[in-house]
């Protein structure tokens, strides 16, 4: 099944686009879709394994963590968790 | 390096080398300048700093640098400008970037203390160790960028000045301290304060050279730090885009105030890389290793995030242009960005619920409507309309229906800062509650709460068990406080929180970082541990301050919103802040700050602080 995913800054621009779509199967969670996303743009692999600070995940409207499941048409929004003036 | 003691009134000056007890006490900057104001607002009024009124002679405004202002030390660029606010009617410190305060350091001057009012407009010139007031009817009526372009026109393109806008010199009580084009002290109106006592400019001639105790080391110092701080993702990510990325993140995490915070999300219009279209060029402070100021195509610098949520979302206004066009307008009238769009936000709200109408309003009050709003933020600079009413900012509360203050985001009557709605993130609810200055991010914010650090990672950096979980009230207040002194320290020595260990990053700068700067550059000693009491000092000042401008527990708090009003939409719909467990975080805060029940200090702190300001 298809899922949708949206980058936000700055990783869109280590990708090339704000949006692309990866294949995960039924079942699969988010942890599956990043590893989709990964291959696809292994540019991105650092911006997971940085000790400083790693992105954030959203299912559609919601927070997620790698084990949260997937359904077909979700979005996963990947965000960097920073805040501040 | 020397305090100077500016009478306007009398035109008497007097000059002394800055406290070496003091020094070590406060370091500087915000620390210093919190107590002398607490000296100069406990003396020559009946009833005391209650009684000052902060548009009047009696008033102090203390300009003060950083310890390490001025020096090579990395994002060594700030100052704090400090008095009783107008704004919030209590403690007022706005802290500020750019070129100025390294120039009033090598004019020879650390710490400038303005009393009294000048009979005519005037400004100051600092230039080798010397003060001279000058008259300044031409300058009165220009905005900050014309009046900065006069000053150098007339003292030499190596001064830089730090003056008010329109909207100072009209004492609105959002107006704020400008230099260069976006470089603004800007909370609590100290712009006001400077038009109440007639004075339009400091201008300084920094030909000096900074006293250093070693400059050989400060140079190893910096170059090791640079390295440190440029391998970090937090800083490259500033560096290339500003702080208009944090739009994204606030937006979609359903936590972006938005209408007056009715709603928690708005468009995608005003994220980085559309107001990067309007970006020509990042701009840096005195000794920056960050440059995270945007220069825009539409004749500013700019926006930051805190002014694209307030003077965007929060107004309802979707265009980056038109975003823009406001930040440089607040910035050219010398108004400070987070209370105008805060406060025309609550105005807005206020007309769409009927409790005002257009018989004050002098026509509709729309959200989005861009040509009201441009109109609107002229008028509150000039005094003219309805912008006479919203130029008492949180104070135009009381020429409104009593109800309106239910929907004003503000604590202490203090306009919250930046657009980051707190009703999710606990730990951030709590810091805003308890900022000495009212609602504001930058004395106290837990950054890395959002972070979802490993527990052993969370205990080596707060000393204390917390949750990762940003929705547990519980364990959130050592956070805090640990935030609240680290942050004062960094104020105190006029560095930047962009490089600060804790603002955004388990990284950055430490308190042993910082120790090796003020090593090389004072040849003071502190230890790790003494650095942090200096910020425990601070913020224990503070809190006495406020009681004594008869703060009580009461007054911190939340608007009324938060406590009510669950957010409505995205990842933090439903959350709220639940009264008792707030009750509950601020018992923990106040023990983990060693204060009692009620707030106040042990007496043996004090004791600490009136014998220093005996001394």
């Known amino acids: ?85 | 390096m020397n305090t100077a003691r500016i009478d306007l009134a009398s035109g008497r000056t007097e000059i002394t080398p800055t406290s070496e007890r003091l020094t070590r006490a406060f370091l500087g900057g915000r620390g210093l300048n919190m107590h002398y104001l607490r000296h100069y607002l406990s003396r020559g009024t009946a009833g005391g700093a209650r009684a000052v009124d902060p548009l009047g002679p009696e008033n102090p405004l203390i300009f003060g640098a950083g310890l390490l202002t001025g020096t090579i030390a990395p994002n060594a660029a700030r100052f704090n400008v400090s008095a009783k606010s107008p704004e919030s009617l209590g403690l007022g410190d706005a802290n500020c970037g750019g070129f100025f305060a390294a120039a009033m350091r090598k004019a020879g001057f650390d710490r400038l203390i303005i009393l009294g009012k000048a009979e005519r407009p005037c400004y100051l010139l600092i230039d080798g160790g010397a003060i001279s007031i000058h008259e300044a009817d031409g300058l009165w009526g220009t905005t900050s960028p014309q009046a900065q372009e006069r000053l150098r026109a007339a003292h030499g393109a190596g001064t830089v000045s730090a003056v008010i806008g329109p909207a100072g010199e009209h004492q609105v009580r959002m107006a704020s301290v400008m230099t260069g084009l976006k470089n603004t002290a800007g909370r609590g109106g100290m712009g006001a304060v400077m038009g109440s006592k007639n004075l339009k400019a400091i201008v300084a001639r920094g030909g000096e050279q900074i006293p250093v105790a070693d400059k050989a080391a400060l140079s190893a110092v910096r170059k090791e730090q640079t390295k440190y701080l440029q391998g970090s993702k937090v800083v490259q990510v500033l560096g290339k885009l500003g702080t208009p990325f944090l739009y994204e993140t606030s937006n979609r995490l359903g936590a972006i105030r938005t209408r007056n915070s009715q709603d928690n999300f708005f468009e995608d219009t005003l994220v980085a890389s559309e107001i990067e279209k309007f970006s020509d060029k990042m701009l840096a402070c005195t000794s920056c290793v960050v440059h995270c100021r945007h220069r825009n195509t539409l004749g500013g610098e700019g926006p930051e995030y805190s002014t694209i949520g307030l003077l965007g979302a929060n107004i309802g206004l979707a265009p980056a242009d038109q975003v823009i066009t406001l930040n440089n307008l607040v910035n050219d009238l010398g108004l400070d960005a987070s209370s105008t769009g805060t406060i025309i936000a609550w105005a807005m709200e206020l007309y769409q619920r009927g409790l005002i109408d257009d018989e004050l309003t002098g026509g509709p009050l729309e959200w989005g409507d861009y040509e009201r709003v441009r109109e609107l933020v002229e008028d509150i600079a000039y005094r003219r309309g309805f912008g006479n009413v919203l130029a008492e900012s949180s104070q135009a509360k009381h020429q409104f229906p009593p109800e309106a203050a239910d929907y004003l985001i503000a604590v202490k009557d203090l306009p919250q800062s930046d657009p980051h709605d707190v009703r999710y993130i606990k730990s951030f609810a709590l810091g805003i509650a308890v900022a000495s200055r009212g609602a504001d991010h930058l004395r106290n914010r837990p950054t890395l709460d959002i972070l979802k650090l490993p527990d052993d990672v969370r205990l080596k950096i707060f000393g204390v068990e917390t949750s990762a979980d940003p929705t547990v009230y519980a364990g959130k207040a050592g956070m805090v406080a640990w935030h609240d002194d680290i942050y004062a320290v960094t104020d105190s020595l006029g560095l930047c929180k962009f490089v600060t260990h804790g603002f955004n990053s388990p990284h950055l700068l430490g308190y042993g970082h910082f120790n090796e700067l003020i090593r090389a550059a004072t040849g003071l000693e502190f230890s790790e541990a003494e650095l942090r009491e200096v910020g425990r000092r601070v913020i224990d000042l503070e809190r006495q301050i406020n009681l004594e401008f008869g703060r009580t527990r009461a007054d911190d708090t939340l608007p009324k919103r938060y406590f009510d009003d669950p957010m409505p939409a995205r990842a933090t719909k439903g959350h709220h802040i639940e009264r008792e467990k707030f009750q509950m975080m601020l018992d923990e805060y106040y023990a983990a700050r060693g204060w009692d029940d009620a707030g106040h200090l042990p007496p043996a702190r004090l004791a600490e602080l009136n014998q220093l300001l005996e001394a």
């Open chain 1, 1 to 85: 099944m298809k899922i949708s995913v949206r980058l936000s800054e700055p990783f869109w621009r280590v990708a090339g686009q704000r949006e692309t779509t990866v294949g995960v199967a039924p079942g699969q969670t988010v942890a599956d879709a990043v590893e989709a996303l990964l291959k696809r743009y292994p540019a991105l692999t650092p911006e997971f394994h940085n000790d400083e600070v790693k992105p954030m995940l959203f299912v559609n409207n919601d927070e997620a963590c790698p084990e949260t499941p997937l359904a077909a048409g979700a979005t996963l929004h990947i965000v960097l968790p920073l805040s501040g003036g």
